[in-house]
Nanobody
């Protein structure tokens, strides 16, 4: 069983920055692809970014150039640095782990999920 715990959410004004962290429990963290998703009120959960087991990156078009995903396998942690935040980035952000280790934009491919952390961007 993989446990994921997000942190770093909060409230920020438009144009500001936040760094989200997701700490994972297993020693085999390095084999998982790690993704970030978000869900705004009344909307479906959507893909934000993913980093594969080999370090490959994929971003949603809406965050490309503003968000950066990275991982530290020694700390079993994945990060999401969010710059130039916009009000439309407001959502609950979730990290997720995919045992296949590859890229995926689909929520169905992910095996484990964190509890989420709220990000609120005011104009």
């Amino acid at each position: 069983q993989v446990q994921l715990v997000e942190s770093g959410g909060g409230s920020v004004q438009a144009g500001g920055s936040l760094r989200l962290s997701c700490a994972a429990s297993p020693r085999t963290f390095s084999i998982y692809a790690m993704g970030w998703f978000r869900q705004a009120p009344g909307k479906e959960r959507e893909f934000v970014a993913v980093i594969s087991r080999s370090g490959g990156l994929l971003y949603a078009d809406s965050v490309k150039g503003r968000f950066t995903i990275s991982r530290d396998n020694a700390k079993n942690t994945v990060y999401l640095i969010m710059n130039s935040l916009k009000p439309e980035d407001t959502a609950v952000y979730y990290c997720a782990a995919d045992r296949s280790g590859s890229y995926s934009r689909s929520t169905y491919e992910y095996d484990y999920w964190g509890q989420g952390t709220q990000v609120t961007v005011s104009s």
